[in-house]
């Protein structure tokens, strides 16, 4: 029989779990074992919004949307509007050559990422020109702003930031 050696002694020692090294090496794959369930769990109920079903529709969509942009600017068309927290009102007018529009016309506000928190604004302008519309807390994010007539035959597009521009001016591109 070998005698024990100082680095294994034998006889009466512990079971493993009553170590702590077994458990600390185990703290790295249990953590990425969890990591992997919440991420498997955040793809699988958050399907991207990004991915387009129909690209060819999209395609013509697209020339379709220039169109309304040209037409914009051949009306010389201008937008400019404030959002404020504290009434949770949307305030502007909408221009055509410095006259004011008097016309009801779309704000669609579209989240980056999330469809579901879009929103669609009815304005109704008063004689000068001047609308005010409810909307709600926004979240501080890059939305993409489009005001368009509501026939939908002109539109005006940009993304704003609420929170660093607290007004938004749109004008149309001179074509």
Do not use: C
Not at 77 to 101: C, M, N
């Amino acid at each position: 029989m070998q005698p024990a050696s100082p680095a294994f002694p034998r006889g009466d020692s512990a079971p493993w779990y009553r170590h702590r090294w077994p458990w600390f090496l185990m703290i790295g794959p249990v953590l990425v074992l969890l990591a992997a369930a919440v991420t498997t769990w955040l793809a699988l109920s958050r399907p991207d919004a990004m991915v387009v079903d129909d690209y060819y529709k999209q395609g013509k969509a697209i020339n379709q949307d220039l169109r309304r942009d040209r037409v914009a600017s051949r009306l010389g068309l201008s937008f400019e509007a404030r959002h404020d927290e504290r009434s949770g009102r949307l305030t502007g007018h909408l221009q055509s050559f410095g006259a004011p529009v008097i016309a009801p016309f779309h704000i669609r506000l579209t989240h980056p990422t999330q469809p579901e928190k879009d929103l669609l604004l009815e304005a109704l302008p008063d004689a000068a020109g001047r609308f005010s519309a409810a909307l709600p807390q926004l979240e501080q994010t890059h939305w993409q702003v489009v005001v368009e007539g509501a026939a939908r035959d002109w539109r005006l597009s940009r993304s704003w930031r609420p929170s660093r521009q607290p007004t938004l001016h749109i004008n149309a591109d001179p074509r």
